[in-house]
């Protein structure tokens, strides 16, 4: 058996922040027009995004738009249903 079946594909280290990232093809701008007067910055998914004073805190409030709108769990969420 060799490492890759092992892991399957994950890569070995990766930050769960940008593995989700990447998951769910998040970009993130800095604001302008109207949208400024929110935060400076825009991070976006698909047709959802959110807005913060920095590019964490708009990645924080798109995640909770996707967990509520979308049902996609964040890069924290701890999944207990698989422990005994």
């Known amino acids: 058996m060799t490492r890759s079946d092992l892991f399957g594909d994950t890569d070995e280290g990766q930050d769960p922040l940008v593995k989700w990232l990447r998951e769910n093809a998040v970009k993130t701008f800095f604001s302008e027009g109207h949208e400024k007067q ?3 910055y825009k991070a976006v ?3 959802h995004k959110g807005i913060g004073g920095t ?3 708009a990645i924080l409030r798109l995640a909770a738009t ?3 709108k979308e ?3 964040g890069w924290d969420h701890n999944d207990t249903t ?3």
């Open 38 to 40: 929110q935060g400076q």
């Open 45 to 47: 998914s698909g047709k």
């Open 82 to 84: 698989s422990q005994n």
């Open 71 to 73: 049902n996609i769990k």
């Open 55 to 57: 590019p964490e805190e």
């Open 66 to 68: 996707l967990w509520v």
